[in-house]
Nanobody, 121 residues
Framework: VQLAESGGGLVQVGGSLRLSCAAS????????MAWYRQAPGKQREVVAA????????NVVDSVKGRFTISRDNAKNTMYLQMNNLKFEDTAVYYC???????????????WGQGTQVTVLS
C-alpha cells in the first residue's frame, strides 16, 4: 500500500489540525493503520493506531484526550484530529500500515513521506 500524508502546518499552542493519510495500491480496508511522529533528535514513536475496521483504537498517554484517530475505508483515508496542540507535539508525522496486536503496533514497512507539524509557543 502506498501512503501520502497531508494536513500539517504551523499552529499556535492550543490550536487544532487534522492530518490525512491517503492510501492507494492495495486494499486499504484490510490493513491496520497507525500514526507516528518524529521530533528532531528523537526516535520515531507511535502516536495512535486503529484496526482495519475501525473497531479498536489506541492512543499514547501523551495525546489521550487531545488526539483522535479515525478512518474512512470508502475513501481509503485515515485521519488524525489533533486538538489543544502543545509545543511538544512539534514533529514530522507519518502514517504506516501494519498490525495492531495486544495494544502494540507492528509496522509493515510501508510509510508515507511525512507531514510537518509545528506548534508555535
Amino acid at each position: 500500500v502506498q501512503l501520502a500524508e497531508s494536513g500539517g502546518g504551523l499552529v499556535q499552542v492550543g490550536g487544532s489540525l487534522r492530518l490525512s493519510c491517503a492510501a492507494s495500491g492495495s486494499t486499504f480496508s484490510s490493513h491496520d493503520m497507525a500514526w507516528y511522529r518524529q521530533a528532531p533528535g528523537k526516535q520515531r514513536e507511535v502516536v495512535a493506531a486503529i484496526t482495519s475496521g475501525g473497531d479498536r483504537r489506541n492512543v499514547v498517554d501523551s495525546v489521550k484526550g487531545r488526539f483522535t484517530i479515525s478512518r474512512d475505508n470508502a475513501k481509503n483515508t485515515m485521519y488524525l484530529q489533533m486538538n489543544n496542540l502543545k509545543f511538544e507535539d512539534t514533529a514530522v508525522y507519518y502514517c504506516s500500515s501494519g498490525s495492531l496486536f495486544s495494544g502494540s503496533f507492528l509496522p509493515s514497512g510501508s510509510w508515507g513521506q511525512g507531514t510537518q507539524v509545528t506548534v508555535l509557543s
